[in-house]
């Protein structure tokens, strides 16, 4: 019953896809608006079979349907309500049907949107490339990776559980599918560049059309990446948050190519330019996330995070190549007209500045894309298995990354087209001091790494540059109204929400890029071996062993230690790492304990529990300001949601000012939203 159901609303999606691009097709070449409408109702038929088929899994997994091969690969009867739940993304087929209700869901959002220029060209195609995209992903599931496949044989009475790592942490709750809902979503602005190719509007109407929709799938992925860094932290008991492990690296790639694509936007909205730069940026991060999907479920790669050996390789490059060959097709048959009107009047201005910025993100991006690919390669070539470890990503990242916030610092307060020393020195000059402070206090009474002092020293100097620019313009906003701060704050970000929540997404980027340069240089790690009673003091802490307990269920049995940890006298708790062995694996599982504070964090380890003797083996690392990743995650979020945020616009005549670039040190006369940017107006529709 429920994998007929399942099966069904696979060939619901299908069968809805397929008809709904010969709908949209005919529509958009016939000019027929009957034809247009029948394909924008095949969407929602799409996104009911996704709903019909991802509904008939979980009702499969809840009531432990071990008749169907993935739930009796992936649940078992002891395995708790949640990791019953998030069993659906626990293994390939599962993570495919994730993926497509996730992007029935968009198109459904984008078909309902624009209801009202269903006649446009530009809607008609880039539904017809979506519902293309949704086709690959249905037609993949039902003959490469049925999720409801029958098990063979004798069905059993009970499964194996999902692995052991996607059952230790609530985490995986959440991180894949803030991953799934930023991989996804990049779908629409592709599919709306492809259209703007195709129609030959490639100005900026079809930016304006995406712009929501990509600043959320940038946000979601983000999220997704931090969560992923913690549940790495908070899980795999190494002691950190990032290895540049393949898959990490698969997540970063789009996200790279994203937010250099968010960047140049701004750039065309506002003097017509990066119209190339824009369109190869999303393509390529559309493309990144395939690839993404490639290295993460094909079976290629060897990871904590990746998926097993599977066939749908194959598939998936097939897939890759059909989008890569079309997007550069596309862009080089339009290459005559792709020409910007505008042009780079100096290179001391916001969109000198930005296009640095791109071509930064851009050796970013080709940096890991190389050292993640290269092994795979190699093998390919020669059949010899190579190593690309974090040395050769943090010596060919750390010099980017560095220049990177130093433009993140200095973009936000230069003027569009031209500016002059004067404007220059008001607005940097302050920022710049307290920067240099920094990096002589750092040397002074820290550390001498470069790394580190450099990267305190840009972070206050890119905190600085940020405050400054809020502060002058809600002091603008405060005598103009006569308003008291925080309502001149309040003013002030919802005249133009989308520059100040790039300042808070700023600022939280800055807060990370300090956490990390700190990590780099302080801290400490130690294994020791402790019997009860006994203590070990690393850099300060003291962690004193005082017990031990077994518990045992259906689902696991775990060894834990209690470790109380004192501070130079001062209690601060007992914690309790573990040991944990689950049904469905014979290696037992750790689970760390962390004691989080705002400058160090005291992370513990179980390396070995309890032998005859009563000895254990503990390891104990002292991690500095890893809290503020988190922090710095949950700023960026926070200025998202604020960018997303409709602007007010105030009937209000305002005294004439200085031409916007040119002496003006009023952060209000920089406006970023490119609202008031004739080239930013969407393009007529052509007759």
Request: proline share 5%.
């Amino acid at each position: 019953m429920r994998a007929t159901l399942g099966i069904l609303g696979i060939a619901i999606g299908i069968g809805g896809s397929a008809i709904g691009i010969v709908f949209l097709l005919r529509g958009v070449i016939r000019h027929d608006a009957a034809a247009l409408r029948s394909g924008r109702a095949c969407v929602f038929v799409v996104l009911g079979g996704a709903v019909l088929a991802v509904g008939a899994m979980e009702w499969a997994l809840l009531s432990h349907d071990f008749s169907i091969r993935y739930v009796a690969e992936n649940n078992a009867r002891a395995t708790p309500t949640l990791f019953t739940i998030t069993g659906l993304w626990a293994a390939l087929e599962g993570s495919i049907l994730l993926w497509a209700v996730i992007l029935a869901g968009y198109l459904s959002f984008t078909a309902h949107r624009f209801r009202s220029r269903m006649e446009d060209p530009m809607v008609g195609w880039a539904l017809a490339v979506g519902l293309a995209v949704a086709f690959f992903f249905f037609l993949f599931m039902a003959v490469a990776a049925n999720p409801f496949e029958l098990v063979k044989g004798v069905v059993p009475l009970d499964g194996r559980g999902p692995n052991p790592l996607l059952q230790n942490h609530p985490l995986m709750a959440f991180h894949p599918p803030m991953l799934y809902l930023g991989y996804v979503g990049f779908t629409i602005p592709f599919s709306f560049a492809i259209a703007a190719l195709i129609t030959g509007r490639f100005g900026e109407g079809w930016l304006a059309d995406t712009r929501r929709t990509t600043l959320v799938a940038w946000g979601f992925l983000t999220v997704g990446v931090l969560l992923g860094a913690w549940w790495s932290y908070e899980v795999l008991g190494w002691g950190g948050y990032w290895g540049w492990d393949p898959v990490e690296n698969a997540s970063l790639l789009p996200w790279l190519t994203a937010t250099a694509f968010i960047h140049s936007v701004m750039v065309q909205e506002r003097r017509g330019m990066l119209r190339v730069w824009n369109l190869s940026l999303v393509i390529a991060t559309f493309a990144l996330t395939i690839l993404g999907t490639f290295l993460t479920r094909s079976g290629i790669i060897t990871s904590v995070h990746a998926f097993s050996q599977s066939t749908i390789g194959p598939w998936l490059l097939s897939f890759l190549f059909i989008v890569m060959a079309t997007g550069i097709g596309l862009i080089a048959w339009r290459a005559d007209r792709l020409h910007a009107p505008g042009r780079i009047d100096s290179p001391v201005s916001r969109e000198a500045a930005f296009l640095a910025n791109n071509l930064l993100f851009a050796g970013l991006a080709f940096v890991v894309l190389l050292g993640t690919v290269f092994p795979l390669l190699a093998e390919a070539v020669r059949g010899s298995t190579l190593s690309v470890g974090a040395p050769y990503f943090e010596r060919m990242t750390t010099p980017l990354g560095l220049l990177l916030l130093f433009l993140m610092a200095i973009a936000p307060a230069l003027p569009w087209r031209a500016t002059s020393g004067e404007v220059l020195q008001n607005r940097l000059l302050g920022p710049a001091y307290i920067g240099g402070l920094t990096m002589v206090a750092t040397v002074a009474f820290l550390t001498r790494d470069w790394t580190t002092v450099v990267g305190f020293g840009l972070g206050a100097f890119s905190l600085a540059a940020i405050v400054r620019e809020t502060f002058v313009a809600v002091r603008g906003r405060r005598r103009a109204d006569a308003l008291g701060w925080v309502g001149a704050l309040r003013r002030t970000v919802a005249g133009n929400p989308r520059r100040y929540g790039g300042l808070v997404v700023h600022s939280g980027v800055v807060v990370i890029a300090v956490a990390l340069a700190s990590s780099g240089s302080f801290g400490a790690k130690r294994e020791v071996r402790l019997t009860v009673g006994q203590a070990a003091t690393v850099n300060g802490y003291t962690v004193k062993y005082t017990g031990s307990h077994a518990t045992k269920n259906d689902q696991k049995d775990a060894v834990s230690v209690d470790l109380a940890i004192s501070h130079h006298g001062d209690q601060l708790g007992t914690y309790a790492p573990a040991i944990s062995t689950f049904r469905n694996a014979n290696q037992g599982i750790g689970t760390p304990s962390v004691r989080t504070g705002f400058l160090e964090d005291v992370y513990l380890t179980l390396v070995s529990s309890p032998n005859e003797r009563g000895r254990i083996t503990v390891g104990i690392a002292i991690q500095s300001m890893t809290v503020w990743i988190w922090i710095g995650g949950g700023l960026m979020a926070l200025g998202t949601l604020v960018a997303l945020a409709p602007r007010v616009r105030r009937g209000v005549t305002r005294p004439t000012a200085p031409r916007r670039g040119v002496g003006n040190d009023d952060p209000r006369g920089d406006d970023d939203s490119g609202g008031e940017s004739a080239v930013a107006r969407p393009e007529p529709v052509p007759a």
